[in-house]
Structure formats: structure tokens, C-alpha cells
């Protein structure tokens, strides 16, 4: 498969063997979310953004496995790092709580493990002033313990915002405000308290803004003579800050100053959940980096392949055992593809690439004025496309897939669109053609209406 040149080519999708596939798949697996019947050949061709379905379809994916594959199929620097190394058995190892080695010294080691992971995550955070990692298997872990630390360090109440997605342990789940089936039913962390998320100036002025004595929703309930919350329970502040599951919306520029603010006024920890938009997925290596707020703890996962909570020494407890995990870190081959993931998007000056591609994919969306169309936002290649209605989004996600365009839906009505970090200018136009010409297409009949997925 030629980069330069192949496109897609798409016969039936999904195909006899697709669905043949799924059934097996079904007949073991718990119920669950499937956002399409797309079946990877792991085994078949594949090349950045393109890849093949096991009934030899060859589809372009602007998913990027929701961006738990920046890099995209097959990158070559990031391959060629991978085959000069002889893994060896057992690759899953104690990861945090153990230490080992693979090479020397542990500081230019060129089989970087978990020490050295951690490493790279404190020079990437330095400007934050964070010195200290906490690696686990998966982001619900990392959100998990970003909130156990900051409830160590005082406090019994957390703050969150609506639309928010940050997990499915049951933690984690206290936290999510973007769909009812992610909590009902389940128990909850006490002394959650949700507030909005403005993400446009409309939402900002009518939602957020008050003529309290704070100024603001959060900032009212935390005034000391008015308020309605003790400022010395509330323990963090977490928020996304570009949502993902929420349908990419980023966050209000003077929201974010407006909890700066409440931080500095009342020493309250903000958590920026990096899960989605981290490891310069937004044109920068965090999507908080676009902001001017201060985080204390970066949670991080999907693209990094281990699940790492990122925060300065003064912010973890001190004691040995307040947060624990013999088996974090994933294995081996993780930690090592997650250091060597954030090498190569220095090396090949991806950030740069990807605020390029990122306004071309944009704008090109936006020049079209494609039919039912309302927004097209999200900085860099986390790009939001939202529809008039929610019918119309699940028809263009599978209009596109039948011409060979892998989409996600996200929120109620929006489109998300995630190529690799190192995508090209001719994939963007082939994937900006596609969408397009899904788009025309379902503006020709009555968009349907179906259930509701997300990932």
C-alpha cells in the first residue's frame, strides 16, 4: 500500500465477512457499545490513515480509534524504533511498583520503560511546575486517582461540568454529566457538584455569568458571607478542556480565567482531563496549553497506551500505599510505544503539522456550507462537526462509511473527525471530499433517526 497514492475502495461495507465476524464477537462479549460494524484486519495492508476491513475494503480513518492511535497504522519512524528492539517474555511486568530495566544509563536509555515515561511526562508538564507521575492501565484509572490524590490533600467535595465524560469506574462515572446510561442506577461519589461548561459566548453570558457576589455560577456558591459551599471542602475542579464525549466543544476562554481565578482565590485543585485532547491532538502537547488556566493534575491515556496521572510532589500524599498498583503501567511493550510516541511526535515536528492540517480540515468543512451544517469547531485535529439534528448525524456517519470514511459521533448532534497527527494535506482533501459527498447525499432523503452511541 502506497501512502502517496491509494484512496479508498469500497465494495460492501459492512461486508459478508464483517458481519460474520461481529456475530462471533457476540456471541461472547457483554453488551456494549458499537459505534459501527467496521472489522480491522490487523493482518491486511495499512498505512497512516488508511487501513483494510476484513472483507478487503480499504477505508480512511479519521478516528484514529478515538485517538488512541495518534500515529495512525504502521508509522514508519515510530516502526523502525520498534523492530530494532528484541522484546522479551515476559513483556507484562509489576509496572509501577517494580521497577526495571531494559537498557543504560536510565536517563538516554534506548528501550525506554516506565521510569522513562515518566520522564518524558515531567519535562512535557514542566511549565506547570509537575515533577511526579502516577502510571496505571487505562484513563478512568488515571481520572480515579487524579481525584484520590486531591482528596487526600483536602477536601470532600469535587466539581463538574455538564456534558463531561471522564470514565466508567465508579468514581469516574461520578463525574460524567454527557449521558443518563453512563450512572443510572449506580452508586455515586458524594458531594459532586455540576456546573455549566461555556463553550460559546452565548452559554458564557446566559449560563455562567451572574449578578452574584462571585460573578459566576461556581464562584456564588463559594463566596464566604453568600455562598453555599465551605471553599475548604472542595477538594478539585475537573473538566475536559475541549469535551470529548460531550461533542467537542472547547472551553469558553474566559471560563477558563474564571476558575483560574476561583484556584487561586481558594487553593482549589484543578484537574485537566487530557485523555482525548492530549499528546498534541489540538495542535499543542495539551489542550489546557491553549488556556489560561493552571492545572495541578493532567490525567492522560488512549494515545500514551498506559493510563498516567501527572501532578506536582506537594500535590501526591506522602505515604507509601495511599495509592498503589503492582500491576500499572501496562506491560512493557506500552510503556515503551507511549515514550516512543511522544519521541516521534518531536522528531517529525507533529504539532506543527497538525495546527496546519487542523485549519485546512476546518476551513475546507466551513467552504463547503454543506447542507445541514450548523458549526464546525475544535483547534487543531480534533475537529467537531455539528449537525441541525441528531437523525442527520447518524446518517452522514454511515453515509461516509459506505464510501469508505471511518467517523465518530460525539455529544448529541456532532461529528468528530480525528486523523493521525501526521496527516497529510491529500488526505485531508480525499477525507474533506468524502464527508462532503456524504453529506450531499443525506440531504436528498429524510434523515433517521437511531440510537445513540459514542465512544
Request: with cysteine; hydrophobic share 35%; aromatic share 6%.
Amino acid at each position: 500500500m502506497d501512502r502517496d497514492t491509494v484512496e479508498p475502495v469500497v465494495d460492501d461495507v459492512p461486508g459478508s465477512r464483517a458481519q460474520q465476524w461481529a456475530e462471533y464477537h457476540h456471541r461472547f462479549a457483554a453488551p456494549s457499545t458499537y459505534v459501527y460494524e467496521f472489522v480491522w484486519d490487523s493482518t491486511a495492508d495499512a498505512t497512516g490513515p488508511f487501513c483494510t476491513d476484513v472483507d478487503g475494503n480499504v477505508l480512511l480513518d479519521f478516528t484514529s480509534h478515538v485517538a488512541a492511535s495518534p500515529l495512525g497504522y504502521n508509522n514508519p519512524t515510530l516502526q523502525s524504533k520498534l523492530d530494532a528492539i528484541d522484546l522479551p517474555d515476559p513483556t507484562k511486568i509489576a509496572g509501577q511498583d517494580f521497577y526495571v530495566s531494559s537498557d543504560w544509563p536510565p536517563e538516554s536509555s534506548e528501550v525506554p520503560g516506565p521510569s522513562e515515561l515518566m520522564d518524558r511526562l515531567t519535562q512535557l508538564t514542566d511549565h506547570y511546575d509537575m515533577d511526579t507521575v502516577f502510571l496505571s492501565n487505562s484513563g478512568a484509572e488515571a481520572v480515579e486517582n487524579a481525584i484520590k490524590i486531591c482528596y487526600a490533600r483536602g477536601g470532600h467535595r469535587g466539581v463538574t461540568t455538564e456534558g463531561a465524560f471522564h470514565g466508567r469506574t465508579l468514581g469516574a462515572l461520578s463525574l460524567n454529566r454527557s449521558k443518563a446510561v453512563h450512572r443510572k442506577g449506580y452508586p455515586e461519589v458524594p458531594g459532586i457538584v455540576s456546573i455549566p461548561y461555556p463553550s460559546t459566548d452565548e452559554v458564557y453570558e446566559s449560563r455562567w455569568r451572574t449578578d452574584g457576589p462571585g460573578g459566576n455560577v461556581l464562584a456564588d456558591k463559594l463566596h464566604p458571607e453568600r455562598g453555599v459551599i465551605d471553599a475548604d471542602e472542595l477538594a478539585y475542579v475537573i473538566l475536559e478542556p475541549i469535551q470529548g464525549e460531550g461533542g467537542y466543544r472547547p472551553a469558553h476562554p474566559e471560563f477558563a480565567r474564571d476558575i483560574e481565578a476561583i484556584r487561586d482565590r481558594y487553593d482549589v485543585a484543578v484537574i485537566a482531563d487530557e485523555i482525548q485532547s492530549g499528546l498534541g491532538r489540538t495542535g499543542e502537547f495539551w489542550g489546557v496549553d491553549h488556556l489560561d488556566l493552571t492545572p495541578d493534575v493532567i490525567t492522560s491515556a488512549k494515545g500514551l497506551r498506559v493510563g498516567a496521572t501527572i501532578s506536582r510532589s506537594d500535590v501526591f500524599p506522602e505515604e507509601t500505599g495511599r495509592i498503589s498498583s503492582t500491576w500499572g503501567a501496562g506491560d512493557l511493550v506500552s510503556s515503551l510505544q507511549g515514550a516512543l510516541t511522544i519521541d516521534v511526535i518531536h522528531e517529525e515536528n507533529l504539532l506543527q503539522n497538525v495546527r496546519e492540517r487542523g485549519r485546512q480540515l476546518t476551513e475546507t468543512i466551513v467552504d463547503a456550507d454543506l447542507p445541514g451544517v450548523v458549526n464546525v469547531r475544535g483547534p487543531g485535529l480534533m475537529v467537531g462537526v455539528e449537525f441541525d439534528e441528531k437523525g442527520r448525524r447518524e446518517a452522514v456517519v454511515e453515509a461516509a462509511m459506505e464510501r469508505g470514511l471511518l467517523t465518530l459521533g460525539c455529544g448529541y448532534k456532532t461529528l468528530r473527525l480525528l486523523p493521525p497527527l501526521d496527516v497529510t494535506e491529500r488526505e485531508i482533501e480525499l477525507g474533506a471530499d468524502l464527508l462532503a459527498s456524504a453529506v450531499e447525499s443525506v440531504a436528498e432523503t429524510k434523515p433517521v433517526a437511531s440510537a445513540d452511541g459514542g465512544t
